[in-house]
């Protein structure tokens, strides 16, 4: 029901975003059509909800193991990229329009802006419905409520995309009133000014965010000592090394290290109770793919981090 509802809203903006680039160069108005960019791009967003509600279920194979985990991410880059461009084109024609301004069709401003703000005000109403969390108890239950969360988190920013398009509407109506009535044909300029830098700032920090995970550069908000203290706080473990880090979605925490032991006399047990442990404290602080090689201390390098066969000392 979630992906066919949010089918629906896709094709319904995406209506609204060809009105708006049609009507926005009939009309000589550069703010409706930043207005229609910023609801494309939005439109993408969406996009990528449902692509991650749809290949959520998608079960990993033996030439895919990680699934489509980066697809979120390849769309994220590839969206923003396209905004950052856009906007930094519609920034320097509003200045152009600000140097000489020229005839604006209040009209289509007015109409056009109304309907998108009706479009996206009733996108924004549906997926906030359908972010709405529901509790579950039990185990078994808990795993599935921990993935609906996500579900419920990624719902919630295509939310706040529709939510933010609704005002960038509203501003476009009250800029074709003033207009209209006042005739202040540089507003329009104006406006297309605020909206583009407005839209550049939310939307260069997930250009950097896709870049980054896709380039497996991890944005996690722990601290090496916080991780430092759940591996090497429990008896008989000399040290840890080959780690890696990646957050290759908004979903996953990915963590892969080799967990070194003091040489002891011990039962295969002892050691596979600590790796157990381990795990569970690394699941707890949010990673979703623990995977651990437990060695004997004749593999100790002291060296933490590895690539391509070289090593960075610690």
Request: hydrophobic share 30%.
């Given at each position: 029901m979630k992906e066919k509802t949010i089918a629906w809203i896709i094709l319904f903006n995406l209506a609204i975003i060809f009105s708006e680039v049609f009507f926005g160069l009939i009309s000589n108005s550069f703010a409706l059509i930043a207005d229609a960019l910023h609801n494309a791009g939005d439109v993408v967003a969406v996009a990528i909800t449902w692509l991650a509600l749809r290949l959520g279920r998608t079960a990993p194979t033996f030439r895919r193991t990680y699934g489509y985990t980066r697809a979120e991410m390849m769309a994220a880059f590839v969206n923003s990229l396209f905004l950052v461009v856009t906007m930094v084109y519609l920034i320097y024609e509003a200045l152009v329009r600000l140097a000489q301004p020229e005839p604006v069709d209040p009209g289509y401003m007015i109409v056009v802006g109304s309907v998108a703000l009706v479009a996206n005000g009733i996108s924004a109403w549906l997926l906030g419905k359908m972010g709405v969390s529901h509790c579950h108890h039990g185990e078994e239950e808990h795993h599935h409520h921990h993935d609906h969360g996500h579900d419920d988190a990624n719902i919630r920013s295509a939310y706040l995309h529709m939510l933010s398009d609704a005002l960038i509407s509203a501003g476009v109506i009250v800029g074709g009133v003033a207009i209209w009535l006042w005739g202040i044909v540089w507003l329009d300029g104006v406006l297309t000014l605020i909206f583009s830098l407005y839209i550049l700032r939310h939307t260069w920090p997930l250009l950097r965010r896709s870049f980054l995970a896709l380039m497996d550069i991890h944005s996690l908000d722990l601290s090496r000592e916080t991780i430092d203290a759940v591996i090497t706080g429990h008896e008989g473990v000399v040290e840890?090394?080959?780690?890696?880090?990646?957050?290759?979605?908004?979903?996953?925490?990915?963590?892969?290290?080799?967990?070194?032991?003091?040489?002891?006399?011990r039962p295969l047990a002892f050691f596979e109770s600590i790796v157990g442990t381990i795990e569970r404290q690394l699941r707890q602080l949010g990673f979703t793919h623990v995977l651990i090689q437990p060695e004997s201390a004749r593999y100790a390098t002291g060296r933490l981090y590895c690539s391509g066969g070289s090593h960075v000392s610690l």
């Open positions: 840890y090394h080959d780690l890696h880090l990646a957050t290759p979605s908004s979903r996953d925490r990915h963590i892969s290290f080799h967990l070194v032991f003091r040489d002891e006399d």
